[in-house]
Nanobody
Framework: QLVESGGGLVQAGGSLRLSCAASGRTFSTYVVGWFRQAPGKEREFVAAISTTGGSTYYSDSSKGRFVISRARNTVNLQMNSLKPEDTAVYYC????????????????????WGQGTQVTVSS
């Protein structure tokens, strides 16, 4: 089971730290990704991290502002310099597929999803 937390309301330019907590001893064997979905839009890729945490990949919109990291049974997404267009429900998901720039951005590559956490950035 994946549980996201850390969402909330923040002003533009502010920061939030999202966490994705997992139960089970095999979480470290999964690639983990963060996605988001704004009202009326499709779910889109934000960031992903390899099983060891040694490799990460970001969307163009999150690169340079967001940082994904992992420790034991948690994957965090530090979001800085937030913009109103970052407003969305953020989801974490895990995948048993290999970590590469083609796989990690594809929703269908992920096997299990959390329920999401709302992030709202006011202007």
């Amino acid at each position: 089971q994946l549980v996201e937390s850390g969402g909330g309301l923040v002003q533009a330019g502010g920061s939030l730290r999202l966490s994705c907590a997992a139960s089970g001893r095999t979480f470290s064997t999964y690639v983990v990704g963060w996605f988001r979905q704004a009202p009326g839009k499709e779910r889109e890729f934000v960031a992903a991290i390899s099983t060891t945490g040694g490799s990460t990949y970001y969307s163009d919109s999150s690169k340079g502002r967001f940082v994904i990291s992992r420790a034991r049974n948690t994957v965090n997404l530090q979001m800085n310099s937030l913009k109103p267009e970052d407003t969305a429900v953020y989801y974490c998901a895990h995948s048993t597929n290999s970590f590469n720039s083609i796989n990690v951005v594809r929703i269908r590559q992920y096997n299990h999803w959390g329920q999401g956490t709302q992030v709202t950035v006011s202007s």
